[in-house]
């Protein structure tokens, strides 16, 4: 994911409403686009997360194993839209 695209999506999904009220898809996507900033920062002064980042990807399969069973899955951090 591009740097750009991912502090566009903070903004967005910050601006809907705050922390508290979002529903827990918005909550899951917030968070991972902020893991996702912050791996992009350490990388950019060559460092990493190490383990801190294999607990993230097991936490991003799960939210997306448990999107994809009740249909909600979100592609690039993209709210859901119903086609008609």
């Given at each position: 994911m591009k740097k750009k695209t991912t502090q566009k999506t903070i903004k967005k999904i910050a601006k809907k409403a705050p922390l508290e009220n979002m529903s827990l898809e918005n909550k899951a996507d917030y968070t991972l686009a902020i893991?996702?900033?912050?791996?992009?920062?350490?990388?950019?002064f060559g460092e990493?997360?190490?383990?801190?980042?294999?607990?993230?990807?097991?936490?991003?399969?799960?939210?997306?194993?448990?999107?994809?069973?009740?249909?909600?899955?979100?592609i690039e951090y993209e709210p859901y839209k119903v086609s008609a």
């Open positions: 893991v996702e900033e912050l791996r992009e920062n350490f990388q950019a990493n997360l190490g383990g801190l980042w294999k607990e993230v990807i097991a936490l991003r399969t799960r939210a997306e194993s448990i999107f994809n069973e009740t249909g909600r899955i979100h």
